[in-house]
């Protein structure tokens, strides 16, 4: 089964504000600051040095961290009025994803979901197409306490994509995966985020520009789109 087959568009326009967005670090002090910011669907890549707070954006946007002043909407729904609608709209992808040992990769992905309410049988078809797309394949029924580093982002990746989602937040998905599995895994992302929202952190900005992704930059304490 093909991946076009399993994913179906998201239904209405995609969405994502920020208004005068305020976020502090543990102690207080300011670390990000935006005063409007539209994102439309597609590929965007999130940039800023180290410690500018990449990771604490894509946290805060998931509804990890609070926020300290300002709102995010998604989809036109204020994450502080309407936080489990808004949750439902979204699924994030940490830097350093695990998922359960004992489970094998295809259990893993049934489990997620069969969570999000899927069938047993849609859920297999649908996690048997993504584990192929990432090459996973013949490690489907492998027990993920076994990958490597690599493998985990790949499952991690089929994952988060696998969902029918709005918003899309993945921080540092390539990290460890090899330039073959990481050229197919942006092509998926740049063909699958016509009406969905990508925001996606990774060291790899190149690839992302020269396919053309759209911009959101840390700096100064300020994010800005460009």
Same mark, same amino acid.
């Given at each position: 089964?093909?991946?076009?087959? %399993? %994913?179906?568009?998201?239904?209405g326009?995609?969405?994502?504000?920020? !208004?005068?967005? #305020?976020?502090?670090?543990?102690?207080?002090?300011?670390? &990000?600051?935006?005063?409007?910011?539209?994102? #439309?669907?597609?590929v965007?890549?999130?940039?800023?040095?180290n410690?500018?707070?990449?990771?604490?954006?894509?946290?805060?946007?998931?509804?990890?961290?609070?926020?300290?002043?300002?709102?995010?909407?998604? !989809?036109?729904?204020? /994450?502080?009025?309407? #936080?489990? =609608?808004?949750?439902?709209?979204?699924?994030? $992808?940490p830097?350093?994803?695990? =998922?359960?040992?004992? /489970?094998?990769?295809?259990?893993?992905?049934?489990?997620?979901?069969?969570? @999000?309410?899927?069938?047993?049988?849609?859920?297999?078809?649908?996690?048997?197409?993504? $584990?192929? =797309? %990432?090459?996973?394949?013949?490690?489907?029924?492998?027990?993920?306490?076994?990958?490597?580093?690599?493998?985990?982002? #790949?499952?991690?990746?089929?994952?988060?994509?696998?969902?029918d989602?709005?918003?899309?937040? /993945?921080?540092?998905?390539?990290?460890?995966?090899?330039?073959?599995s @990481?050229? =197919? *895994?942006?092509?998926?992302?740049?063909?699958?985020?016509?009406d969905? &929202?990508? &925001?996606?952190?990774?060291?790899? %900005?190149?690839? *992302?520009?020269?396919r053309?992704?759209?911009?959101?930059r840390i700096?100064?304490?300020?994010? *800005?789109?460009?």
């Open positions: 089964m093909l991946i076009a087959e %399993v %994913v179906q568009p998201t239904a326009f995609a969405s994502l504000a920020l !208004d005068d967005l #305020r976020i502090t670090r543990p102690g207080g002090s300011p670390l &990000i600051a935006a005063t409007h910011i539209a994102v #439309r669907p597609g965007t890549a999130l940039l800023g040095s410690g500018s707070g990449k990771s604490t954006l894509l946290r805060t946007l998931a509804a990890l961290q609070p926020v300290s002043g300002g709102g995010i909407l998604l !989809d036109g729904l204020n /994450l502080a009025q309407n #936080r489990s =609608a808004f949750l439902e709209r979204l699924v994030f $992808l830097q350093n994803f695990a =998922a359960f040992p004992d /489970l094998t990769g295809r259990e893993f992905l049934v489990y997620a979901l069969r969570l @999000r309410g899927a069938s047993r049988a849609q859920a297999r078809s649908t996690a048997s197409a993504w $584990l192929e =797309a %990432v090459g996973l394949r013949d490690a489907a029924d492998t027990k993920t306490g076994a990958y490597s580093q690599g493998m985990r982002q #790949r499952l991690g990746f089929a994952y988060a994509m696998q969902l989602v709005t918003l899309y937040l /993945l921080d540092e998905p390539f990290a460890g995966v090899d330039p073959e @990481r050229e =197919a *895994m942006t092509d998926l992302l740049f063909r699958l985020s016509t969905r &929202i990508v &925001i996606v952190s990774t060291h790899h %900005v190149e690839e *992302m520009l020269a053309g992704s759209a911009v959101l700096a100064g304490g300020k994010l *800005m789109a460009e």
